[in-house]
């Protein structure tokens, strides 16, 4: 059974850079698959943050390629998503996410973790 | 950028049809997912490439995907499909995910 679980701080000052971290159990991350991040704030849509893969490069959204750096771990089997110079409107669920498969964009994101609300105040 | 266009709000009788259109550019030339969300829960995937079910899914979700409009149906609507509902793409090495869709069940 794969679960994925969101973790790190719930609050974040503006200007600051904004940290989590997804365990993965149940499957290695080494071995495949594409892992990634989707945030929604609070009463709104879902949107997408980036996906990676141990052997690709990282896929950013567009809006938001500027501050996302995404990252594997595969000794301690998680990725981390670093969101640097916050603003309230980063303000959001996030969640971790697997997407199956042997190319990027082709299948579904079919394992999530529960998802964590992050907040951007002082 | 690509952009994925759903009506706000879908309302249907309780053992009735509800459909969710999914408005894109040539979305009919993409693959499509669809993904029900229910308060304080992550999106779980109802309907894959288009028109695949995953398993433990029921029979009465399905979808098509053709020219200009994906569309997600729900057949003998139940009280426990009212959740919000989300198209996605991949396009352009960007994943795009649509407005979403509140459904009612009356």
């Known amino acids: 059974q794969v679960q994925l679980q969101e973790s790190g701080p719930g609050l974040v000052k503006p200007s600051e850079t904004l940290s989590l971290t997804c365990a993965v159990s149940?499957?290695?991350?080494?071995?495949?698959?594409?892992w990634g991040w989707i945030r929604q704030p609070p009463g709104k849509g879902l949107e997408w943050i980036g996906t990676i893969h141990h052997s690709e490069s990282p896929y950013y959204s567009p809006s938001l390629r500027s501050r996302v750096t995404l990252s594997l771990d595969t000794s301690r089997n998680q990725f981390s998503l670093k969101l640097t110079s916050v603003t309230a409107a980063d303000t959001a669920f996030y969640f971790c996410?697997?997407?199956?498969?042997?190319?990027?964009?082709?299948?579904?994101?079919?394992?999530w973790g529960q998802g964590t609300l992050v907040s951007v105040s002082s | 950028s690509y952009e994925l266009t759903q009506p706000l709000s879908v309302s249907v009788a309780l053992g009735q049809t509800a459909r969710i259109t999914c408005g894109g550019k040539n979305i009919g030339s993409k693959i499509v997912h669809w993904y029900q969300q229910k308060p304080g829960q992550a999106p779980v995937v109802v309907i894959y490439?288009?028109?695949n079910r995953p398993s433990g899914i029921p029979e009465r979700f399905s979808g098509s995907n053709s020219g200009n409009t994906a569309t997600l149906t729900i057949s003998r609507a139940q009280a426990g499909d009212e959740a919000d509902y989300y198209c996605?793409?991949?396009?352009?090495?960007?994943?795009?995910f649509g407005t979403g869709t509140k459904v009612t069940v009356l």
């Open positions: 490439r288009d028109g």
């Open positions: 996410a697997r997407q199956p498969g042997a190319i990027v964009g082709t299948t579904m994101w079919d394992y």
């Open positions: 996605q793409v991949w396009d352009s090495n960007t994943e795009v």
């Open positions: 149940g499957f290695s991350i080494s071995s495949g698959h594409y």
